[in-house]
């Protein structure tokens, strides 16, 4: 038998069993081909990635196209035509003996090829670069990675027969082998491939469902172990995440929810209602983040006293003193973040000098939003320690005018050291009661509020805030909030050219004391709206949280997280007072005139009432029907509880007034009885006392007298 060039030959004759014309032998198993020729040349080259060539792959696919063009049993008499090896058709064959070799023949001989087939059919081209070429060559393995003697010829078992069917891990190792594909051109047949699905998801689903049953199983014990207990979390937020597939049918997902609770109380330390106002905030996973942010230390930042020095040399100073900083990020020119310092970051010369100023970075985000401008008027209504008041002078270059409020007497000490190092002249610090201060003090271009708060995003500096805030505490400091935000409002003069802005702060990160603070001033104070911050980054605000709903305009506020931004959680709000005078909800702009008039003894002009009355209902009624009616909306439960206290305590004052207005009357008709009965008392007295005789006038009695003693002499 004649070789082949880099051909493995058989030994031993091979008897012939082709078919013939109207004969259809007994079909029997034969053994897996050999590689010969080009193509064992080639997959010896690829051996290695266990992948063919591309020349490897232009043989394999004229193979498999052959195997799946043969005609069916009693057909073999007429060959279709086919491309040569040089892409030319070939003409049918006159006979079987001549006809070409493939693999659907029933026969080891119809493997052997001769020495023209050799020469003619598996010859083989260079490949070129066209594009055509290497699309082909992507769907020939797209095409090939399903057939059944691609197991053999690539890494798979040898021996098998070339009428075995491929199972499901036949598929799954042509897959491994060849990369990627397109289910469209797969040639895996309908049922094969179902039960290939239907394996791999049972397999998938009973190892869900193992996990799924162990979950269940710890979910009722009663854990101690904070390693055990942190495992748990880890895997109640995992169930959260796919509820739907991991979950136990006999639990409910508040059953997750409350094991959660309880196991995050026991694990970071927080009181129940902190805990559950977390995971309102957050997904399940989110809020995890958000706990372990809180157990890690802020970095340390300082704020360049641009007034005193540059960042530049303040950095290489510090430097110099073995200070390891970076600049804070691009967003700030006067930030300088902190990693380690071999001296006291709070103690050296230059920070006695007031070459800069120890302020967390998320506190400069109320200041870079509220950007003041020289020779304006702005008011800090709560300015201790004075970080962001410092920094507001700063940016006003020491022009104009600040007002540093503080309600604490102690805190504004504070403020008076920290201007006084810093070198600032334009700052007046007085102590009011902020929400008194349009009394005392209006007609401001700017207002900052950094308003006290629960502290909930800064709870990495006070640990405290875990255990000792209740919902009570909440509830005051959200309505003390709203009060000093509608003074804030009313402290700023529309009319002014370059401000009219007020800026809303807080470092919690609840709703309560946020979006909840700032619909109220929007429903309240309909002559202010709301602006974009100009803050470079920050997450948006709540529109809708729960069950509440805010207006749409406040995805313009900005949230910063401790897991997110790498800072203190805070809260900025930007609004812009537009007019001076408004009309709250269900008062006319009218009655408020008629009242100011009437304080200032000017009537208002005939028919002024009836027209500013239409004017406000047309105004209320396309409020109500447009995109702002989300304005006008129902007091929430906890509002409600806020304003019946208050409403009990103004209604009580109201009786004490009364009875001690009461009482005043009985006194004076008291004392009007009094007096009265003195009156006839003094004048019976008179009446029964006798009349005394008169006296004679000494001028005439003393002659007699004289006239006596003479006679007597």
Same mark, same amino acid.
């Given at each position: 038998?004649?070789?082949?060039?880099?051909?493995?030959?058989?030994?031993?004759?091979?008897?012939?069993?082709?078919?013939?014309?109207?004969?259809?032998?007994?079909?029997?198993?034969?053994?897996?081909?050999?590689?010969?020729?080009?193509?064992?040349?080639?997959?010896?080259?690829?051996? &290695?990635?266990?992948?063919?060539?591309?020349?490897?792959?232009?043989?394999?696919? /004229?193979?498999?196209?052959?195997?799946?063009?043969?005609?069916?049993?009693?057909?073999?008499?007429?060959?279709?035509?086919?491309?040569?090896?040089?892409?030319?058709?070939?003409?049918?064959?006159?006979?079987?003996?001549?006809?070409?070799?493939?693999?659907?023949?029933?026969?080891?001989?119809?493997?052997?090829?001769?020495?023209?087939?050799?020469?003619?059919?598996?010859?083989?081209?260079?490949?070129?670069?066209?594009?055509?070429? !290497?699309?082909?060559?992507?769907?020939?393995?797209?095409?090939?990675?399903?057939?059944?003697?691609?197991?053999? %010829?690539?890494?798979?078992?040898?021996?098998?027969?070339?009428?075995?069917?491929? &199972?499901?891990?036949?598929?799954?190792?042509?897959?491994?082998?060849?990369?990627?594909?397109?289910?469209?051109?797969?040639?895996?047949?309908?049922?094969? =491939?179902?039960? $290939?699905?239907?394996?791999?998801?049972?397999?998938?689903?009973?190892?869900?469902?193992?996990?799924?049953?162990?979950?269940? %199983?710890?979910? !009722?014990?009663?854990?101690?172990?904070?390693?055990?207990?942190?495992?748990?979390? =880890?895997?109640?937020?995992?169930?959260?995440?796919?509820?739907?597939?991991?979950? &136990?049918?006999?639990?409910?997902?508040?059953?997750?929810?409350?094991?959660?609770?309880?196991?995050?109380?026991?694990? *970071?330390?927080?009181? &129940?209602?902190?805990?559950?106002?977390? %995971?309102?905030?957050?997904?399940?996973?989110?809020?995890?983040?958000?706990?372990?942010?809180?157990?890690?230390? /802020?970095?340390?930042?300082? /704020? +360049?006293?641009?007034?005193?020095?540059?960042?530049?040399?303040?950095?290489?100073?510090?430097? !110099?003193?073995?200070? !390891?900083?970076?600049?804070?990020?691009?967003?700030?020119?006067?930030?300088?973040?902190?990693?380690?310092?071999?001296?006291?970051?709070?103690?050296?010369?230059?920070?006695?000098?007031?070459?800069?100023?120890?302020?967390?970075?998320?506190?400069?985000? #109320?200041?870079?939003?509220?950007?003041?401008?020289?020779?304006?008027?702005?008011?800090?209504?709560?300015?201790?320690?004075?970080?962001?008041? +410092?920094?507001?002078?700063?940016?006003?270059?020491?022009?104009?005018?600040?007002?540093?409020?503080?309600?604490?007497?102690?805190?504004?000490?504070?403020?008076?050291?920290?201007?006084?190092?810093?070198?600032?002249?334009?700052?007046?610090?007085?102590? *009011?009661?902020?929400?008194?201060? #349009?009394?005392?003090?209006?007609?401001?271009?700017?207002?900052?509020?950094?308003?006290?708060?629960?502290?909930?995003?800064?709870?990495?500096?006070?640990?405290?805030?875990?255990?000792?805030?209740?919902?009570?505490?909440?509830?005051?400091?959200?309505?003390?909030?709203?009060?000093?935000?509608?003074?804030?409002?009313?402290?700023?003069?529309?009319?002014?050219?370059?401000?009219?802005?007020?800026? *809303?702060?807080?470092?919690?990160?609840?709703?309560?004391?946020?979006?909840?603070?700032?619909? $109220?001033?929007?429903?309240?104070?309909?002559?202010?709206?709301?602006?974009?911050?100009?803050?470079?980054?920050?997450?948006?605000?709540?529109?809708?949280?729960?069950?509440?709903?805010?207006?749409?305009?406040?995805?313009?506020? /900005?949230?910063?997280?401790?897991?997110?931004?790498?800072?203190?959680?805070?809260?900025?709000?930007?609004?812009?007072?537009?007019?001076?005078?408004?009309?709250?909800?269900?008062?006319?702009?009218?009655?408020?005139?008629?009242?100011?008039?009437?304080?200032?003894?000017?009537?208002?002009?005939?028919?002024?009432?009836?027209?500013?009355?239409?004017?406000?209902?047309?105004?209320?009624?396309?409020?109500?029907?447009?995109?702002?009616?989300?304005?006008?909306?129902?007091?929430?439960?906890?509002?409600?509880?806020?304003? =019946?206290?208050?409403?009990?305590?103004?209604?009580?004052?109201?009786?004490?007034?009364?009875?001690?207005?009461?009482?005043?009357?009985?006194?004076?008709?008291?004392?009007?009885?009094?007096?009265?009965?003195?009156?006839?008392? =003094?004048?019976?007295?008179? +009446?029964?006392?006798?009349?005394?005789?008169?006296?004679?006038?000494?001028?005439?009695?003393?002659?007699?007298?004289?006239?006596?003693?003479?006679?007597?002499?």
């Amino acid at each position: 038998m004649a070789k082949h060039d880099n051909t493995v030959s058989f030994e031993e004759p091979v008897e012939d069993t082709r078919r013939k014309r109207g004969n259809k032998p007994a079909k029997k198993k034969q053994a897996a081909p050999e590689i010969f020729g080009p193509l064992a040349v080639e997959m010896k080259k690829g051996a &290695d990635n266990k992948k063919p060539g591309t020349r490897a792959r232009k043989l394999l696919r /004229r193979m498999a196209h052959q195997s799946a063009a043969a005609p069916e049993a009693g057909e073999a008499s007429e060959a279709a035509p086919k491309k040569s090896a040089k892409g030319k058709k070939a003409k049918a064959p006159e006979s079987d003996s001549d006809s070409e070799p493939t693999l659907a023949s029933d026969s080891d001989d119809d493997l052997l090829p001769s020495e023209a087939d050799s020469d003619e059919e598996l010859s083989y081209e260079e490949p070129s670069d066209d594009d055509s070429d !290497n699309e082909s060559d992507d769907d020939d393995i797209q095409s090939l990675r399903s057939k059944a003697p691609m197991k053999s %010829l690539f890494g798979g078992a040898a021996g098998g027969s070339d009428d075995e069917e491929m &199972d499901g891990s036949d598929g799954s190792d042509v897959e491994a082998d060849f990369g990627d594909h397109d289910d469209s051109d797969d040639h895996m047949s309908g049922d094969e =491939s179902e039960l $290939y699905s239907e394996e791999d998801e049972d397999e998938e689903t009973q190892r869900e469902r193992g996990e799924m049953e162990t979950l269940s %199983l710890n979910l !009722n014990e009663n854990i101690t172990d904070l390693a055990s207990v942190k495992q748990r979390i =880890s895997d109640i937020v995992r169930i959260l995440g796919n509820f739907s597939k991991l979950r &136990d049918p006999a639990l409910s997902r508040s059953d997750y929810v409350e094991q959660m609770v309880e196991d995050c109380c026991t694990y *970071y330390g927080y009181s &129940d209602f902190m805990m559950r106002l977390i %995971l309102d905030l957050f997904p399940p996973a989110e809020a995890i983040e958000f706990l372990e942010a809180n157990e890690l230390p /802020r970095p340390v930042v300082i /704020r +360049t006293n641009t007034l005193k020095t540059r960042r530049r040399d303040l950095a290489q100073t510090l430097i !110099n003193r073995g200070v !390891n900083l970076d600049p804070l990020g691009a967003w700030s020119k006067v930030g300088l973040q902190v990693f380690e310092s071999q001296v006291p970051i709070g103690a050296t010369p230059e920070y006695l000098a007031g070459h800069y100023m120890l302020q967390s970075a998320a506190s400069f985000m #109320p200041v870079l939003a509220l950007a003041p401008r020289e020779h304006e008027r702005v008011l800090d209504m709560a300015a201790a320690p004075g970080g962001k008041t +410092t920094y507001i002078a700063q940016l006003m270059k020491n022009t104009g005018f600040i007002v540093a409020n503080d309600a604490s007497k102690d805190r504004c000490r504070a403020v008076v050291g920290n201007v006084h190092r810093l070198g600032i002249r334009n700052i007046s610090t007085v102590n *009011y009661d902020g929400r008194a201060f #349009p009394k005392v003090m209006g007609g401001f271009d700017r207002v900052l509020l950094d308003a006290p708060c629960s502290g909930t995003g800064v709870i990495s500096k006070d640990p405290s805030v875990k255990t000792n805030k209740s919902i009570d505490d909440l509830r005051l400091l959200s309505h003390m909030q709203k009060e000093l935000i509608l003074a804030a409002i009313d402290s700023v003069d529309a009319s002014s050219k370059t401000g009219g802005v007020i800026v *809303y702060s807080t470092c919690s990160v609840s709703v309560e004391e946020n979006e909840a603070v700032i619909d $109220y001033a929007l429903r309240k104070r309909p002559n202010v709206r709301l602006v974009e911050t100009g803050l470079p980054f920050g997450q948006e605000g709540f529109v809708r949280h729960r069950e509440r709903r805010f207006h749409p305009s406040l995805k313009m506020t /900005r949230r910063y997280y401790p897991h997110v931004h790498n800072m203190d959680g805070f809260y900025v709000a930007k609004l812009v007072k537009t007019s001076n005078v408004f009309a709250e909800p269900g008062k006319s702009v009218a009655a408020d005139k008629k009242k100011k008039s009437r304080a200032s003894g000017v009537l208002p002009a005939v028919g002024a009432e009836s027209a500013d009355a239409e004017a406000v209902s047309a105004q209320l009624l396309a409020a109500s029907s447009g995109d702002d009616a989300d304005q006008f909306v129902p007091l929430t439960a906890p509002e409600k509880v806020v304003f =019946s206290a208050k409403k009990a305590a103004a209604e009580r004052r109201l009786q004490l007034k009364r009875e001690a207005l009461k009482r005043r009357r009985e006194e004076r008709i008291q004392a009007e009885k009094q007096q009265s009965a003195a009156a006839e008392t =003094s004048e019976a007295d008179a +009446t029964s006392k006798p009349k005394k005789k008169p006296v004679a006038d000494k001028p005439a009695a003393e002659p007699a007298k004289k006239k006596a003693r003479k006679q007597a002499d």
